[in-house]
């Protein structure tokens, strides 16, 4: 609270003096200022990320121009923009024909498969997209994991287990736009959707700059049509977007920019905590992981919105879920529809026996797990991901028939808490592993919190007031605001829902969330958890 | 049929109007977005925690509490550069007066100049950087006296390695100062630095940090301002807010024993910065030399004034005329300078010359405001320098020539 007082005496001891003096001094006049300021906005130290002035600069630059250009122009123009964004970053400069050859490839293949008659022929251009891209997925991010794999096999054997690990740098969004690409090809062998004769528009849909950091994992069928034939400005949208935009940065920096710091040192000192914080810890990862990918998303989303182009919702509110099943089909949804469209139905889905369907539900998520990264942890993630909705499936009748037993559930509230907080409890769980592969831990520190959760050690005031040194006003801030977003999301799209909203009421936030977002955000939490993937 | 296909005069007007009305929608969103980074630059600015704009918050508060007439407590853990830079630039008007120097002229008070309108900018251990730049910075707030009280230290002309350290020197303000205020030719001075630091305001990282920055030194006064009434009883060095110092009572009330020992421990040890300096260095000769008249050209009058070393200290240099050649010869070179350009000079560094005893100090170096009086009649008073007819008035050094 002292940074809100320190600002409110701020503004009260100001005097009109002071801020003259202050702007007479400020060399807005100077081309050095201009020259200097820009050249601080492309420090391109990484990519670029979402929450940075960086991106708002360019994402204003690529806006301004697509709709003061001729319609015709406006895709080849974001291509530009979006190839612009990916070479931001030098390894991007490096890297791109990783890119340029996935886009290649699957055009072609997608022409071949949707022109040629012979079924056979399609197939071999099918199986030649799907190797290429999982070929090319394999190699930059499997090869060091496969490696140690079979060193560790062969370990078991009494072979030499020591393996060097190959320097392949990380390709940004290769599992978004090998995905994305693969989706394309198998779409249209299926015939869903007609083969996209025009290059331009395929390799914006494969580069797409707001999807090609974390998703959501467009469809062809759905963005496609949409580059096709570019919408003029439109007002509304474009503020919509805007807001959406913030909203999402207001997740991530403020809500799971600063449980990270809770977390982050929770889970790389767990031996230091007793039981109740390496509980708390596994709790709140999930949370944050939530905020800081749907946030990311929603930015997605949001400059999608500004640049004329609806992308595909990621989620929706996902821990409102009643069941293990529903929560997949609020969380990120464009990778979970993926897998069941490309992994699950063509393995048989849910219509062939229980063992089949199981297993079918087991290999998605074990897949899924993988995508995640080269790490047993997700593999274990996937796994248990796996086991508890097969579980879910499998009881799911048994629970309704003692579900009308239990007096607890008369009430709706309560019988919605508890099943949400089961569904929360139960991906937590999961979440253990996932975030020791995050943090640079292994399967082993996934399974010593959930074993030492009976475990003594520094207690919250602890670790949050001492140790990170964190206030309680921040604290507070932080529990105020998951509030605010959880109930601004129950009443619908942030996008929609702030149009409606008159001007009087709307401003406000608008200054609120900035304000929330400069006292409290941790400003220094730029790159998202998902992009990493 | 649609309406805006039937008349194109229409249906021109109609898109001009969507235009606009468009255009002043997105500039009313860009108005009332704008306060948001303005206010941010601005506080940023304001609190400037990494003292790039206001210098560091404690020593603006500290010069501002000056200003206002206070004294202020805690003056041994002060930046003085910062603070003489921070008074300069929000002086409302000029001093007729200012002292510029080293901590040896910081006994100088309102009372000893002869001006009621004097501040002394002297600094703990100024160097000729330091000296030069202190009175540039009155020129470049535009607040140039008309007379500078100058207490020159011998070892500004030292060429020995004990000299110009610039330990504490603010080097950007000197280089500014050769080039605009002696308007010497040099390579242009790069400000990128400079420019870097504006364009840090408009990071919101570095709001945060002013931010927490504020919150967390708001309140704490490190340095708290002294009642009048209690100027005399405090256990710290105050600021006076004529800039001159009082130093803390256990040091101004230290037996005369103790003050001795203190001389005898400094000599023996060595003497402040003018260790192996066995003649003047021609360049800082030279500088001293556009630096008077720099000054005069700026309409200051420049009185040189020279104070005392305690009698031990003296005694020893005199002893050791050697070792302390250069030492010796800035006295003899100052008072024909100032007799050549028709300086007022006063005091010298031999304490006999300038009829001070062992009484008169702090320490072995520093003089007490009683012991100036006994050689310096004050700004009105002062008249060009003439070699004194009573050869006791001169150094030692020079009595013997």
Known sequence: ?533 | MNKKSKNPFLRAVRWVLHRAVLAVRIAVCLALLAPIPVFMVWFSYTVDRNGWFQGEQTEREIAIGLLEGNSIGGYEKMDERQIVKLYAQNLPASKEVIAIGSSRILQMTTTTSGSDSFFNAGMIGAEQTDVMSSYYLFDRADRLPETVIFGVDPWIFSDGPDANRGNRTDWEMYNEFLRYGLEHVMEPLDNTENIAQWVSLTNPSFFRENLEYAAENGYADPYPTVPSGELYEQEMDVKLPDGSVLYAVGTRERPQEDVDATATAAISASLLNCEDFYELDEEKCRLFDEFIQYMQRKGSEVILVLTPYHPIVYDEVMEQQERYSGFLAVEPWLRRYADEHGLALYGSYDPDAAGCTSADFFDGWHVRDEGIRKFFPGVDECTAYTAPADAAQLPRQMQEE
């Open chain 1, 1 to 533: 609270m002292e940074l809100i007082t320190t600002l409110w005496q701020f503004i009260q001891n100001a005097t009109t003096a002071q801020f003259e003096a202050f702007w007479a001094k400020f060399p807005l006049h100077s081309a050095d200022f201009w020259q200097a300021l820009w050249a601080s906005l492309w420090p391109r130290d990484g990519h670029m990320e979402f929450t940075t002035f960086t991106f708002w600069a360019f994402l204003a630059i690529c806006a301004f121009f697509s709709y003061l250009l001729p319609r015709v122009t406006r895709p080849l123009w974001l291509l530009v923009c979006s190839y612009g964004f990916y070479l931001y970053s030098r390894t991007g400069v490096q890297l791109v024909a990783v890119l340029i050859g996935a886009t290649v490839i699957t055009y072609l293949a997608g022409i071949a498969v949707g022109r040629l008659q012979n079924l056979w022929a399609r197939r071999a251009f099918l199986w030649l997209a799907v190797l290429s891209s999982v070929g090319i997925l394999g190699f930059y991010k499997y090869a060091n994991f496969l490696r140690r794999t079979a060193a560790d096999i062969a370990g078991l054997f009494g072979a030499d287990s020591s393996v060097s690990m190959l320097d392949i740098p990380a390709v940004l969004g290769l599992s978004y736009f090998t995905f994305q690409s693969l989706g394309y090809v198998i779409d249209v062998y299926k015939g869903k959707i007609a083969p996209e004769k025009n290059p331009l528009y395929y390799a914006l849909y494969v580069s797409f700059f707001p999807c090609i950091v974390t998703g959501p994992i467009e469809r062809a069928g759905h963005l496609l049509p949409q580059l096709r034939s570019p919408v003029p400005f439109n007002y509304n949208r474009v503020a919509g977007g805007l807001f959406r935009m913030l909203w999402g940065v207001f997740k991530k920096l403020v809500i799971a920019g600063n449980l990270s710091l809770f977390t982050k040192e929770i889970f790389t000192h767990m031996q230091r905590y007793n039981g109740l914080v390496l509980a708390l810890g596994a709790l709140a990862f999930s949370y944050q992981l939530y905020m800081d990918f749907s946030g990311y998303c929603d930015i997605a989303i949001g400059a999608g919105r500004v640049l004329g182009f609806e992308l595909l919702e990621n989620f929706k509110r996902p821990f409102a879920s009643r069941s293990y099943g529903e929560l997949w089909a609020r969380w990120h949804i464009s990778l979970s529809s993926w897998f069941r469209d490309y992994v699950y139905i063509p393995l048989g889905g849910s219509r062939c026996s229980t063992p089949r369907h199981m297993a079918n539900l087991m290999v998605t998520f074990l897949v899924s797990g993988l995508w995640h990264g080269d790490s047993t942890g997700y593999v274990v993630w996937g796994a248990l991901n796996g086991v508890f909705v097969c579980v879910g499936k499998l009881t799911g009748k048994k629970r309704q028939a003692l579900a009308a037993h239990n007096p607890l559930y008369k009430l709706r509230f309560v019988k919605a808490l508890i099943q949400c907080s089961c569904v929360y409890l139960l991906f937590s769980v999961c979440m253990v592993f996932f975030a020791a592969s995050f943090y640079g831990g292994g399967l082993a520190d996934g399974f010593y919190l959930l074993g030492h959760l009976g475990a003594s050690g520094a207690g919250l005031s602890q670790l949050v007031f001492g140790k990170l040194g964190l206030s309680a006003g921040l604290v507070w801030a932080v529990a105020l605001s998951a509030l605010f977003v959880e109930l601004g999301e129950k009443w619908g799209r942030p996008d929609l829902v702030i149009r409606k909203i008159w001007f009087i009421g709307r401003w406000p936030l608008y200054y609120l969330m900035i304000a929330v977002i400069l006292v409290f955000g941790n400003l220094g939490a730029s790159g998202s958890v998902y992009g990493t993937f």
